[in-house]
């Protein structure tokens, strides 16, 4: 059970530190700005820096953990390609303009696996002897 409320925690943290960032992110910042949220923009030095990371990598170790543990292998891979294609964004690739769309699909990855968590989630597998 923490580990479903860390997933949903972590990919919330990425979508609200993303919305602060109106400047590195412009379609997230005229979404945040149509929900009222554009307040958001005056932490984006914080959001980016620190907030985004470290969800970012709060998501992909709970995502690694819950693939170990459940050991199927589509949802452990697909959990864990959102988080570290916003990591990869946000250091080594942030210089090349294509990495701002590699940024979106991780994003909207992380939420689509948050609900596919909770619309069909994994029954626990037990061992028979």
Known sequence: MINKILDKVSSGGV????LSCTGCFPALGSLASALGLGFLSHF???????LLPIFATLALLVNLYNWYKNQNHARGILGVIGPIAVLLT????????WSTYLFYVGICLMIVMSVLDIVKPLKEQTCKV
Do not use: F, H, R, S
């Open 15 to 18: 979508w609200l530190a993303a």
């Open 44 to 50: 984006e030095g914080i959001a980016v820096n620190t």
């Open 90 to 97: 946000l250091y080594p690739l942030w210089q090349y303009e």
